[in-house]
């Protein structure tokens, strides 16, 4: 495994950092949401501290509510004093500034510890973070840090790069989470806001370096690219080895759901280093980029001249959907995202015409 030190923290941190949002589970009863195999998640999160990893990043709602508290099981018998704890503030529940202390009250109990390494403010946007500006946000963390709830601050985010910009301008934070990885690097807070945030000294831990999954299972024609490489890497490979080579990113998540993937990122990542890919090397992980770009289905460009539909309709983020699922070959992606378009009564099935 290899460490990189984490900012002004004074902290060295692993690379690989394990997300618990996809933790192993069990069959479903009818109607419910699969529970977490306890037995099985704590015996990932142990076997990958034991192989080096050393960030553990959590959330008040991963897992319906399940994964802090387990979470916190896998952290017993010694293995919470081996590694860097987050967890996050659900900005969206605080409607008065006294939920904030509420909230990480209530997250240390269900973790079972007296204080987090890390306390993020959780999937901010410019209007969230407002709202938490209205709260006093500062006072809340510095209050946390003084009384040894927290050690150190930090964020995670989804918005544009002026929206990250500004945030990161707001407070002194300690890092920032952001989503990032080669498809991604003009989306939300882009390369140039990860590289903004370098120049200010927040360090990087990256979220969703696999697109949730889809970049270590690509389609037949971009796998088959892949393999005619001389690198002869894994797609989980060049997914995790183009965002470790940016040395702004100090941890790279991985939200693992086998033992099989802790055993494969362990090996992948004794290799992961800043400003370890060739020029050759990055202009192949173009070629990728610009190969799932061309697997689009419908050409819209989401101008929304077709908006507002006379029936209700969202015709631009129905292509998107489509178009998703059509670039990863994925139609389980599709009929995922698809029942929010119709939960969202704003379907296909409402056409009459067009």
């Known amino acids: 495994m290899n460490y990189v030190p984490f900012g002004k923290t004074g902290e060295n941190v692993s690379r690989l950092g394990f997300g618990t949002m996809r933790l192993p589970v ?33 959330a008040y709602i991963y897992h319906n509510g399940t994964s802090e508290t387990i979470t916190g099981n896998a952290l017993k018998n010694g293995y919470r004093e081996k590694v860097l704890l987050t967890t996050k503030l659900p900005v969206w529940l605080v409607e008065e500034e006294k939920q904030m202390d509420e909230l990480l009250d209530e997250q240390l109990k269900r973790l079972d510890v007296p204080y987090l390494d890390f306390y993020l403010l959780h999937s901010l946007s410019l209007d969230s973070f407002r709202k938490m500006q209205s709260f006093n946000y500062k006072k809340f963390l510095e209050r946390a840090l003084k009384d040894g709830r927290i050690r150190h601050t930090g964020f995670s985010f989804h918005d544009d790069k002026n929206a990250f910009k500004e945030i990161i301008d707001d407070y002194d934070w300690d890092m920032a989470q952001i989503q990032f990885n080669y498809l991604d690097v003009d989306a939300q807070a882009t390369v140039e806001g990860l590289k903004y945030a370098g120049e200010k000294q927040v360090p990087i831990v990256v979220m969703e370096p696999l697109r949730g999954g889809v970049l270590a299972n690509p389609p037949k024609q971009i796998a088959e690219m892949m393999s005619s490489n001389a690198r002869k890497y894994s797609p989980a490979e060049w997914a995790f080895h183009f965002v470790g080579n940016f040395s702004e990113v100090a941890t790279i998540l991985s939200g693992m759901s086998t033992q099989e993937q802790v055993d494969d990122n362990l090996r992948i990542f004794k290799s992961v280093k800043s400003n370890s ?12 980029k610009a190969a799932y770009q061309r697997r689009t289905a419908i050409a819209c460009t989401n101008c929304k001249y077709c908006q507002p539909c006379p029936q209700g309709v969202a015709i631009p983020r129905i292509f998107e959907v489509f178009n998703e699922a059509y670039k990863f070959e994925s139609t389980e992606r599709l009929r995922w995202h698809y029942k929010s378009i119709v939960k969202d009564k704003q379907d296909a ?6």
Request: charged share 30%; glycine share 6%; net charge negative.
């Open 26 to 58: 069990l069959p479903a009863k009818p109607g419910e949401a699969a529970p977490v195999d306890e037995q099985e998640a704590i015996k990932m999160i142990r076997s990958a501290i034991d192989g080096g990893v050393s960030y553990i990043d959590t």
């Open 277 to 288: 890919l060739s020029q050759e090397d990055l202009k192949f992980v173009e070629e990728l």
């Open 349 to 354: 099935s409402l056409c009459v015409e067009c």
